[in-house]
T-cell receptor
Framework: GAGVSQSPRYKVAKRGQDVALRCDPI?????LFWYQQALGQGPEFLTY????????KSGLPSDRFFAERPEGSVSTLKIQRTQQEDSAVYLC??????????????FGPGTRLLVL | AQSVTQLDSQVPVFEEAPVELRCNYS??????LFWYVQYPNQGLQLLLK??????LVKGINGFEAEFNKSQTSFHLRKPSVHISDTAEYFC?????????????FGAGTRLAVHP
């Protein structure tokens, strides 16, 4: 079946511009995660959804970052007034059972954001 | 708080040689442990995971890892590497049941296999 997809794959934004990054999780997956991966670093947790509920947004770096998953499937990560430090790869992951021990997360290919 | 340290940022190795990628973690509670691989321009793919039980875990593509609680380590090994194993490898931890498996990653180790 189809895996996790993300769009766009690449995004170039001018500083101050707003951007929206989309994630289509695996169909039926309850859990959805967003991670930020800076160049040469490991992914860092941003936020977590269980269905449409955003249960953890502790990793969002500032109030310019906003995520939603209104119908419990597709999710959008929005960054307002982008800054150069927002340049990174944004990864989306989904998993089927939020309470499953060590449940495997399936990752999308990521959106590479470059802010000029 | 939990953290993950990958001791080598880059590991060069010749084809068919053995390799070990090192990972240490710190946590005041028990954790689950994972290794993911990232090929260029692709998402992360799970290689293997340790939840409980046998400390030697076998994964895909001939990789295995050993959980050592006393040394808080989870090193990844392969007895004979191929050119196609060239990629970035990430060690990660997540909390046991009661949480929702948020992953905490190390900085990654770039494995470069040379002919």
């Amino acid at each position: 079946g189809a895996g996790v997809s993300q769009s766009p794959r690449y995004k170039v934004a001018k500083r101050g511009q707003d951007v929206a990054l989309r994630c289509d999780p695996i169909s039926g997956h309850v859990s959805l995660f967003w991670y930020q991966q800076a160049l040469g670093q490991g992914p860092e947790f941003l936020t977590y959804f269980q269905n449409e509920a955003q249960l953890d947004k502790s990793g969002l770096p500032s109030d310019r970052f906003f995520a939603e998953r209104p119908e419990g499937s597709v999710s959008t990560l929005k960054i307002q007034r982008t800054q150069q430090e927002d340049s990174a790869v944004y990864l989306c992951a989904s998993s089927s059972n939020p309470q499953g021990p060590g449940e495997t997360q399936y990752f999308g290919p990521g959106t590479r954001l470059l802010v000029l | 708080a939990q953290s993950v340290t990958q001791l080598d940022s880059q590991v060069p190795v010749f084809e068919e040689a053995p390799v070990e990628l090192r990972c240490n973690y710190s946590s005041s509670v028990s954790v689950y442990l994972f290794w993911y691989v990232q090929y260029p321009n692709q998402g992360l793919q799970l290689l293997l995971k340790y939840l409980s039980g046998s400390t030697l875990v076998k994964g895909i593509n001939g990789f295995e890892a050993e959980f050592n609680k006393s040394q808080t380590s989870f090193h990844l090994r392969k007895p004979s590497v191929h050119i196609s194993d060239t990629a970035e490898y990430f060690c990660a931890v997540s909390l046991p049941p009661g949480g929702y498996n948020k992953l905490i990653f190390g900085a990654g180790t770039r494995l470069a296999v040379h002919p």
